[in-house]
């Protein structure tokens, strides 16, 4: 009986035995078969090796100027690529402390984390490795929820994972791994990381500025240091004790790095922000014209926001900065005065106009406004859209302080920012046509419009060395010879005039004979008027558009005195091709564009043609130089330090080198210009508001010599105070056997401002 009773304990035994093996095995088998699935994509698909090689990393396009600073960015996701040679130590060693301390020792999966995790249920801490990480944001990105799928990812990444430590080194996966990851506001990939919250380099970074970083990757959103600077900083110290734990960091250093505070240079890299942003959106409206010109191999279209293209501009950082710093310098003292004129009237900004005019300029600004273009496609009728425009509400307004925050009426607004101030201001090397600054407004945030390349405004006086030029071509005159400036007269019918014009100079006076030189230096209507009628309109009209001048002109002797509405960028480039010796070189902003390999795509071709012979450009550049020697222009040779309440009288520049350069100013001081030239830059600039009924009362302040000239001023000392940038304070080069004879007169400065005579009459 007892026998028996042994017996069926074994039988009992060996039953359990084979069904333990057999569920062992059946078990094993199955995720065996499980994994074997995986791995043939029948659970979902899986990378191919193709796919291995060139993950899809959606990257930025990067936007570098010539001195090779990135100054912008067009992308998706901000992720800018950098290798591992580029990663300083110190943030590698943080990295693998916290988030994989066996890395270099695994070949894709953690067999002790992985035993750890199982048996403590993952109570204490996961086993994904750096290299699971990184399958998991290259392949299928965040998580599921559900437990099975989770279960089906989580093997695909073990899969991907040691794939991809047969594909990759170790040093590759990092980079790889940090090039990927999310650290939120705006931030994708280190390099972007590092730029937005320390605005440095990767290599830049210190060793408390790295672990902040990594300490960001177990929750980007949780450690968010514009949020929770305190919960970071914390998180930040428990990744300097994972470096001390795992002998990358000495005790004493960690004590040490523990107690200082994090200090952020947050700058978000957004499209309306940073510097250059008004050349950047003319740049992307450019490239998305490029891509359906320039094709990948296969024929397909490059992606300006994922493709990860290098766009190397023309765009100096530096000169950028420093014109951007000019702009902003003069125009926010300029604006007080604007305002101080305007902050008695009831129409403000708007100075001279009936109501009804002032009712349609609103008008015209709601319906192009984005908020009228919302509530339309709501189906909204005009009536109510416009009842909207009244009602009161909060905003965010632009300051020359700062953003403020307030409450008033859409249409309030309109009219607050209407009485803004504008500038528009492009800098050109004239031998190459290489744009080296552009401002095209005071701020992309708030004002979108761009006043180099998109908006035309009337030139002034600014145009009168076109109508000078064509009369030394034409007519073999030079800056010595001599017209009378006395009244003047051209008939009805002559030129096509439609009624009889006799242009006068603002007080009424003439003084007799004077050079070409001093008629253009005291900017005299008469001499322009006379020499227009002598050469025709028509030349001068064919000339001012082999001068790049792409606007229509009318065929009328009173273009003569700036009645023609012309863009910055135009005006900057024919000016150009006076200092390039008659040779014009059309702006040139890309010197060559590279795909994310490096592989240079594109390399443009300058474009260029001869306008006028070198005497002739010479002794226009001579007639030039006499604006700034004692004409409109030479209060950039003195130097005043302001009397009481009057910014004004003061000009700090006293520039000793040779300028060329005019002042403009139009009708109603609208418009205020200068074009200032030394031998290797030549720089244009205009002041006005958005609509020429919003001005200044009087000349003072709203003629080109007080309004635009300035910011020359500003930006040149800026920029011959850095050596770096070789901004040329030599003599213009005069050619060989000169023809023409232009020395003949030593400036003295005439005591009226004749600037003033070309308001009356720029119609």
Not at 477 to 490: K, L, T
Request: a neutral charge; hydrophobic letters at 35%; glycine letters at 8%.
């Amino acid at each position: 009986m007892a026998t028996t009773k042994k017996n069926d304990q074994i039988k009992d035994i060996n039953y359990y035995k084979r069904k333990f093996w057999k569920i062992f095995f059946y078990s094993f088998g199955g995720i065996i078969l499980f994994f074997i699935m995986a791995s043939l994509g029948l659970l979902g698909s899986m990378p191919s090796f193709e796919d291995l090689e060139n993950p899809d990393s959606n990257l930025a396009t990067e936007v570098i100027s010539t001195d090779g600073v990135t100054i912008g960015k067009f992308y998706n996701e901000n992720r800018t690529p950098i290798k591992y040679a580029d990663l300083p130590k110190h943030l590698v060693d943080a990295l693998v402390a916290t988030e994989d301390e066996r890395f270099y020792e695994h070949s894709g999966i953690d067999g002790r984390g992985t035993m750890r995790a199982v048996l403590s249920l993952g109570t204490s801490g996961g086993a994904s490795t750096l290299t699971q990480q990184l399958a998991k944001l290259l392949f299928h990105g965040e998580g599921s929820k559900f437990f099975l799928f989770r279960i089906v990812q989580k093997a695909k990444e073990w899969i991907i994972a040691i794939r991809l430590e047969r594909q990759y080194t170790k040093n590759e996966i990092i980079a790889m791994y940090l090039n990927k990851a999310d650290f939120v506001n705006t931030a994708v990939g280190i390099r972007s990381a590092a730029k937005v919250y320390f605005g440095k380099e990767p290599r830049d970074l210190s060793i408390e500025e790295g672990a902040m970083l990594i300490g960001m990757l177990k929750n980007p959103s949780l450690f968010n240091p514009v949020r929770r600077l305190e919960k970071v900083r914390s998180r930040r110290n428990v990744v300097l004790g994972q470096m001390v734990k795992n002998g990358f960091l000495e005790e004493s250093a960690k004590e040490s790095l523990e107690n200082k505070p994090i200090v952020l240079h947050f700058q978000p890299e957004s499209h309306k922000e940073g510097i250059a942003t008004y050349f950047r959106e003319y740049l992307r409206e450019f490239m998305k014209n490029w891509v359906k010109d320039n094709k990948k191999s296969d024929g397909s279209e490059y992606d300006i926001y994922k493709d990860g293209l290098k766009i190397y501009t023309t765009i100096d950082s530096r000169m950028q900065l420093y014109a951007e710093e000019a702009v902003t310098d003069h125009l926010k003292n300029l604006q007080q005065e604007l305002d101080n004129q305007h902050k008695n009237s009831k129409n403000a900004p708007f100075v001279n106009i009936s109501t009804d005019e002032t009712n349609s300029l609103l008008r015209r600004a709601m319906k192009s406004s984005a908020r009228w273009s919302t509530l339309k496609a709501q189906d909204m009728s005009d009536e109510d859209i416009i009842k909207s425009f009244g009602i009161k509400t909060k905003m965010t307004v632009f300051t020359w302080k700062g953003d403020k925050d307030t409450i008033m009426t859409p249409t309030d607004s309109i009219r607050y920012y209407k009485g803004f101030l504008q500038s528009g201001l492009m800098a050109m090397e004239p031998q190459t046509g290489h744009v080296k600054a552009w401002v095209g407004g005071i701020n992309y945030k708030y004002f979108q419009y761009d006043h180099v390349g998109q908006g035309a405004r009337q030139v002034g006086s600014t145009f009168k060395p076109f109508v000078y030029a064509t009369a030394i071509e034409q007519l073999n005159m030079s800056p010595c010879d001599s017209i009378i400036d006395s009244p003047f007269m051209i008939h009805k019918g002559r030129h096509h005039v439609t009624e009889d014009w006799e242009p006068k100079n603002s007080d009424n006076k003439y003084r007799g004979m004077v050079t070409l030189k001093k008629a253009l230096a005291n900017s005299i209507n008469t001499i322009s008027a006379k020499l227009i009628d002598k050469v025709g309109p028509e030349a001068v009209v064919e000339l001012t558009h082999k001068l790049g001048v792409k606007s229509e002109i009318p065929v009328q002797p009173s273009i003569a005195l700036g009645a023609v509405e012309i863009t910055v960028q135009d005006m900057v480039a024919a000016y150009s091709t006076f200092a390039n010796e008659g040779v014009y070189m059309k702006p040139q902003f890309i010197t060559r564009i590279e795909d994310k390999n490096g592989v240079v795509i594109y390399e443009p071709i300058p474009e260029s043609h001869d306008v006028l012979n070198k005497d002739i450009a010479f002794a226009v550049i001579k007639l030039l130089e006499g604006v700034t020697e004692g004409g409109s222009g030479s209060r950039l040779r003195t130097e005043g330090g302001g009397d009481g309440d009057n910014r004004w009288t003061g000009y700090p520049y006293s520039f000793t080198n040779p300028i060329a350069g005019k002042t403009g100013t139009t009708q109603n001081q609208s418009d205020g210009w200068f074009m200032g030239m030394v031998p290797n830059l030549v720089t244009g600039v205009w002041v006005g508001c958005e609509d020429r009924s919003s001005r200044f009362k009087g000349i003072t302040y709203g003629q080109g010599a007080t309004a635009a000239l300035p910011i020359w001023g500003i930006f040149m000392k800026k920029c011959y105070g850095d050596t770096t940038l070789n901004v040329s304070k030599k003599d213009f080069e005069r050619p060989a056997n000169l023809s023409i004879k232009v020395d003949c007169w030593t400036p003295v400065k005439d005591t009226t401002d004749f600037e003033q005579s070309t308001d009356e009459f720029a119609l």
